[in-house]
C-alpha cells in the first residue's frame, strides 16, 4: 500500500487494529502510482521472520496528491502483477468515477481485473451518505460479517438507498462539469497573489499560500470566515488547502471565493 494511501494515512490505524494486518509501505509515485519495481521488492517470501503478503491496495483516483487518475491499463497491469504473484487486488475507489469520467471509459473497465472495489456515493456522487463495496459473491458474504460485527449495519436504509440510485444514474453522468469547475478554480487561483497552485486533473484544485503572502495562514483562515467562506488548512499542512467541487459547487460560487481572496491577499 502507498505512503500516502488514504487507507494508511486516513483510518487511524484500522487495517491493524481491527484486521491484524502489518502493512508494508512503499512510496506513491509523484502520478499516483505505485511502482511496480517496490510491489515486487516488497513482496515478503515464507520466510518466519515476516508477515506473509496478501494483498496490494491501490487508490485511484489518489486523493492526497490532488485527485490524481489512474489509467486502465496501468490498472490492468497491477492486477497482472499481483497475480502474477498469488495476490488479490483491493482497489480504493473512492473517487473512481472521477477517474472513469477523466479517461472517458466505463467504471467496469477500470477495475475489470480487481478482487475488490470500494467506492463513496457521498463525493463526487453526492448522495446525503453512503459507500459501496464490490467483490465475489463469497467476499460480500464474509464483508456482511465483518459489517455486523463492527457495528455497521443499519435499519432502516432504503431512504439512503434510494439516494444512492440517484447517484449511480444520475450523478455519475455530470461529473465532466465538476472537472471543468476545478480548472477554472485553478486557472482563476493562478491569478491570485501569494497563491501557488497545483495542476488539477479531476475535482480537486490544492493551493498553497506563499510565505511571503500578505497574510498568515491563520489570519487568512480568519478573514475569510469574516466574510462567510470557510478554509481551513488541509491536515498536517500549515499553508496547503484544498478545495473539492461537487454538484453544489458553480462558478458563481468559484468567482466569490476568488474575488474575495484577491481581495484580502492584494
Known amino acids: 500500500v502507498g505512503d500516502q494511501a488514504h487507507i494508511f494515512k486516513y483510518e487511524q490505524g484500522g487495517s491493524a487494529s481491527l484486521g491484524g494486518i502489518m502493512p508494508h509501505i ?9 511502482a511496480f519495481e517496490d510491489i515486487e521488492h516488497a513482496i515478503r517470501g515464507n520466510n518466519i521472520h515476516f508477515p506473509r503478503t496478501r494483498l496490494v491496495a491501490i487508490e485511484n483516483t489518489q486523493g492526497t496528491l490532488g485527485g490524481l487518475p489512474l489509467s486502465p491499463q496501468y490498472m490492468q497491469d497491477i ?52 459507500s459501496i463495496i464490490v467483490g465475489s459473491k463469497e467476499f460480500i458474504a464474509e464483508a456482511r460479517r465483518v459489517r455486523k460485527v463492527l457495528g455497521g ?31 477554472y478554480l485553478a486557472e482563476s487561483l493562478s491569478e491570485v497573489p501569494g497563491v501557488d497552485v497545483m495542476s488539477s486533473a479531476t475535482n480537486f484544485v490544492f493551493f498553497l499560500l506563499k510565505e511571503d503572502a500578505k497574510l498568515s495562514p491563520a489570519e487568512f483562515v480568519t478573514e475569510m470566515k469574516s466574510r462567510k467562506i470557510i478554509l481551513s488548512p488541509y491536515p498536517g499542512f500549515e499553508r496547503k488547502f484544498r478545495c473539492v467541487m461537487h454538484y453544489w459547487i458553480d462558478r458563481e460560487r468559484i468567482d466569490t471565493v476568488v474575488n474575495n481572496m484577491k481581495a484580502i491577499l492584494s
Open 26 to 34: 512503499i512510496p506513491v509515485q509523484p502520478d499516483g502510482t505505485l
Open 153 to 183: 449495519g443499519m435499519r432502516q436504509v432504503g431512504v439512503l438507498a434510494a439516494a444512492g440510485l440517484i447517484a449511480l444514474h444520475d450523478m455519475s453522468k455530470r461529473l465532466q462539469v465538476d472537472h471543468d469547475n476545478a480548472h
Open 79 to 130: 492486477a497482472d502483477l499481483a497475480h502474477k504473484h498469488g495476490l488479490v487486488l483491493h482497489v480504493d475507489g473512492a473517487r473512481i468515477f472521477n477517474a472513469s469520467t477523466h479517461f472517458n471509459v466505463p467504471v467496469a473497465d477500470m477495475v475489470t481485473d480487481a478482487d475488490s472495489v470500494t467506492f463513496c456515493l457521498s463525493k463526487g456522487l453526492c448522495a446525503p451518505v453512503g
